[in-house]
C-alpha cells in the first residue's frame, strides 16, 4: 500500500518493486534497479513473496468452494494479475478489489473487464469502513454482512494501529460466520539485510512494519483463527523449500510469514 | 523428408512403437518430468503453484505422446503459448523439455528407433520452446498496453479534476 502513487515514475515505488521481483513487467528501470539492490541483500525474499503469494488461488477456493462465501472483499488488491482471486472463486461470487493507487484501480479495470461480478474501487485499506461506506459497494452488498475479508500480503505497511482498527471495523461490521483471511509477514527487523531493506524502502518514503505473530495475535482480537491455525508457508503449500542458514536469519518464522483464517 | 529418414508411413509406424514404449515407462517419466517442475518451480509465476506440478507433468506427457502419434507441431505451439500466459518460467520449461528429449534417450530403443524418436523430440520442443516464446512476449505486450492505458485513465481523471 504505498503512499505514493504508482504513475510516478521518477522514484522507486513500493508497489512496483513487488511486481518486478515477483517476475511482473509493470515496472520501470528505477523500479528494478532498487529491486535488485534488495534482491542482493536478501537473495530468498522473491522466493518469500511468491510463497505468499501463491496462496491467493487456495484462499479463493477455500473461502469460497469449500465454505460457501459468495462475497469476498479485498483490501490492498494492488497492481492484479492474473492469478488473483475471482480466477479461482466458486462462480457466482461477487469480488470487491480495492486500493488507495488510482492506476492500480484502473489497472484492475482493465484486467477485470467484463468480468461478471468482480469489482474495482479506490479505497486505503487502513480504513475499510470508507470503502464499506461507498454507494457502489454499498449497492452490490445490500444487507449482506456475511463477508470474507482478505488482506494478503500488506501487513508489512500497516502499521499496529492500522491493523488493529482494520479488524475491530471488520469485526463489527459483519455477521457472526464472517473471516478474514490475513497474511502476515515475519522478518527480522534486527538483522542488518532487514534493516537495511527498510532503510530502501523508508528512503523512497514507504515506512515498512513487522511484528511477531504474538503481537499480531492480540491486535487481531477478538477474531480468532479456525482450525487449520496460523500456518507457515511450507506447511500451506506442503513443499519443503530450502533456504541457506543467511535465509534463515533473515526470515526466522515459518520462512516468510503466516496465512490464516480468522473467525469469530 | 530429410535425406536418411524413412519414409512417412514407416516413420509413423517407428514413433507409434516409440509411444508404446513410452507408455511403458509413463509413471516413471511423468515422475521425472514432476521432477524438473519441482526443481525450477521459483520461476513460475502465480497461477502456477507447486500443488499443480505434479497434475501439469501428467498433462505434458499426455501431449508429448499424443504429438508422437499426430505429429501435430501446430498444436505444440498453441500450447506453449498457453503455458507462457499461465505463467509457466523459462527454467521451468527448459527443464520440463529437457526432461522429455531425456526420457526417449533412456527409453531402450533401437538404433532407428531412437534416431525417429529424437527427431520427434526436437521438432516438438522446438514448436513447444517456439509457442512458448511468443505467448511470453504476447503477455509483455499486453500487459504493456494495459499499463499505458491505465496510466492515460489516470492523467485523464487528474486533468478533469
Redesign the interface.
Known amino acids: 500500500m504505498p503512499e505514493k502513487t504508482i504513475i510516478d515514475a521518477s522514484v522507486p515505488n513500493a508497489g512496483r518493486i513487488y511486481d518486478y521481483l515477483l517476475g511482473g513487467h509493470h515496472n520501470f528501470e528505477i523500479d528494478r534497479r532498487a529491486g535488485d539492490q534488495i534482491k542482493a541483500l536478501l537473495p530468498f525474499l522473491p522466493t518469500a513473496m511468491r510463497l505468499s503469494r501463491w496462496c491467493l488461488q487456495d484462499v479463493a477456493r477455500t473461502l469460497t468452494v469449500e465454505r460457501g462465501f459468495d462475497t469476498i472483499v479485498d483490501f490492498a488488491s494492488g497492481l492484479p494479475t492474473m492469478d488473483h482471486l475471482h480466477t479461482a472463486v466458486a462462480p457466482g461470487t461477487a469480488v470487491i478489489y480495492s486500493d488507495r493507487d488510482p492506476v492500480c484501480v484502473e489497472y484492475g479495470r482493465e484486467i477485470l473487464g467484463d468480468t461478471p461480478n468482480a469489482y474495482y474501487f479506490e479505497a486505503d485499506c487502513r480504513r475499510p469502513e470508507e470503502l464499506l461506506a461507498r454507494p457502489e459497494v454499498q449497492e452490490i452488498l445490500g444487507d449482506n454482512r456475511h463477508v470474507a475479508f482478505v488482506y494478503w500480503g500488506v501487513s508489512m505497511y500497516l502499521t499496529d494501529d492500522d491493523i488493529a482498527h482494520a479488524a475491530r471495523t471488520l469485526y463489527d461490521w459483519s455477521d457472526e460466520e464472517s473471516c478474514l483471511a490475513f497474511f502476515l509477514a515475519v522478518q527480522d527487523t534486527e538483522a542488518p539485510a532487514t534493516a537495511k531493506m527498510m532503510e530502501i524502502y523508508r528512503q523512497m518514503g514507504e515506512e515498512m512494519h513487522f511484528r511477531p505473530l504474538e503481537v499480531f495475535k492480540e491486535l487481531v482480537r477478538p477474531w480468532r483463527p479456525d482450525e487449520l491455525d496460523y500456518r507457515g508457508m511450507d506447511e500451506w503449500h506442503g513443499i519443503e523449500v530450502i533456504r541457506s542458514e543467511e535465509d534463515l536469519r533473515e526470515f526466522p518464522a515459518a520462512g516468510v510469514g503466516y496465512g490464516v483464517f480468522l473467525v469469530k | 523428408m530429410k535425406p536418411g529418414l524413412p519414409p512417412p508411413s514407416e516413420e509413423k509406424e517407428i514413433l507409434n512403437q516409440v509411444a508404446g514404449q513410452l507408455v511403458s515407462q509413463k509413471a516413471a517419466i511423468a515422475s521425472e518430468l514432476h521432477q524438473a517442475l ?1 526443481a525450477t518451480d ?6 502456477i ?3 499443480r506440478l505434479e497434475e501439469m507433468a501428467q498433462e505434458e506427457l499426455k501431449a508429448f505422446l499424443h504429438f508422437l502419434e499426430t505429429g501435430d507441431e501446430e498444436e505444440t505451439h498453441q500450447r506453449g503459448a498457453r503455458r507462457a ?1 499461465e ?1 509457466l ?1 523459462e527454467r521451468s520449461a527448459l527443464a520440463m523439455t529437457e526432461a522429455l528429449r531425456r526420457a526417449c534417450w533412456m527409453a531402450n530403443l533401437d538404433g532407428e528407433a531412437l534416431r525417429v524418436a529424437l527427431e520427434a523430440s526436437g521438432r516438438y520442443v522446438n514448436a513447444f520452446l517456439e509457442g512458448y516464446m511468443s505467448g511470453r512476449e504476447e ?2 505486450l499486453k ?2 498496453e ?2 499505458r ?3 492515460q ?3 485523464e ?1 487528474q486533468a478533469h479534476s
Do not use: D, Y
Not at chain 2, 42 to 47: D, G, K, T
Open positions: 519441482r521459483m520461476s513460475n509465476r502465480l497461477l503453484s507447486p500443488r500466459s505463467g518460467g503477455e509483455i500487459e504493456q494495459r499499463t492505458h491505465a496510466f485513465r489516470v492523467l481523471k
